[in-house]
């Protein structure tokens, strides 16, 4: 049990682990730039040919170190054999023998210098050509490096450019998200002023600044009423002056005639009158005229007798 639940977690462990990688790769591809790793690559490239060529005047320096060394022990082996020839002449050939002894040890140390100066001498000519090689490779990757960065620096503005028209780039989308809360605003706005336009027309905002007075509004209420009813007290009266002129006009025949036997014809009443089957007192209620105003029928006028 114990070897399953181990088990178990290690799978856990590595579905986790496999799961961080995954999303770590997945934020640094969207974080990478190709440009700038092309151009991390180039400038790592030309630090290896300065490393590559300072190795290069590293190895030249020692050889030329080598090759002073040789020279300075080549002279002094022709200064020993000029020494060992002037002691001969002299007659010293214990000097003569330790001069050749040195020049021997010289020329040891000079077969040594020799053997080091060829050795160096070849890693020169091979780090000189590796450097010349990568020097090609570098300006070769330059020009690469350059076309791919103006191809895609292309295809990235050309998509930008296609985003841009078809309204899906983050910019525009901001843009657009921008233009849509405006014009909500400015709708929301002008709703607010139509309803405040209508309830100040329907007097529900009539002091929009200050306390409304309940009473003046009162006040002016009535006094309106009392403008209504002066103006319905005159119409009835204008009513009731003329209608018994219009039914003292009436001959008691119908016939149209005055009752001073006047032939002209009665001038038009500002209403209909009322049909000869109906006695004066009802035409007066049916026309709205108080019947207080009307004359009583004993001021009526008798059949066949003149006004």
């Known amino acids: 049990m114990l070897m399953k639940g181990t088990a178990a977690r ?90 050749l002894q040195r020049k021997s040890s010289a020329g040891s140390q000079l077969n040594d210098l020799q053997a080091q100066y060829a050795q160096l001498q070849a890693e020169e000519e091979k780090l000189t050509v590796a450097s010349q090689r990568l020097q090609a490779k570098v300006d070769a990757f330059r020009t ?11 295809a990235e503005a050309q998509t930008r450019i296609n985003e841009a028209f078809s309204g899906i780039s983050e910019e525009m989308g901001d843009v657009g998200m921008a233009i849509q809360r405006a014009e909500d605003k400015t709708a929301q706005m002008q709703a607010r002023a139509g309803a405040i336009d209508e309830l100040m027309a329907s007097g529900a905002l009539d002091d929009v600044g200050g306390r409304r007075d309940d009473i003046q509004a009162e006040l002016d209420q009535l006094s309106a009423n009392s403008d209504v009813e002066s103006e319905l007290r005159r119409l009835r009266g204008e009513i009731a002056a003329s209608a018994p002129k219009q039914l003292e006009g009436a001959g008691p025949n119908g016939d149209g005639q005055a009752a001073n036997g006047d032939q002209g014809q009665a001038q038009s009443a500002p209403y209909a009158p009322p049909a000869p089957t109906q006695n004066p007192r009802q035409a007066a209620q049916s026309a709205g005229i108080p019947v207080s105003d009307l004359p009583s029928a004993n001021d009526q006028p008798q059949d066949g007798e003149g006004s």
């Open 10 to 99: 290690m799978g856990v462990m590595k579905r986790v682990s496999l799961v961080f990688k995954a999303k770590a790769n997945r934020a640094l591809d969207k974080m990478e730039d190709p440009r700038e790793t092309l151009d991390y690559s180039y400038q790592r490239q030309l630090e290896l040919l300065t490393k590559v060529r300072r190795g290069v005047a590293d190895v030249a320096t020692s050889r030329k170190r080598v090759e002073l060394q040789m020279n300075q022990l080549q002279q002094q082996a022709n200064k020993l054999d000029d020494q060992a020839r002037k002691a001969l002449g002299l007659g010293r050939e214990d000097l003569a023998r330790d001069a």
């Open 144 to 154: 690469r490096k350059e076309t791919i960065k103006a191809t895609y620096t292309a």
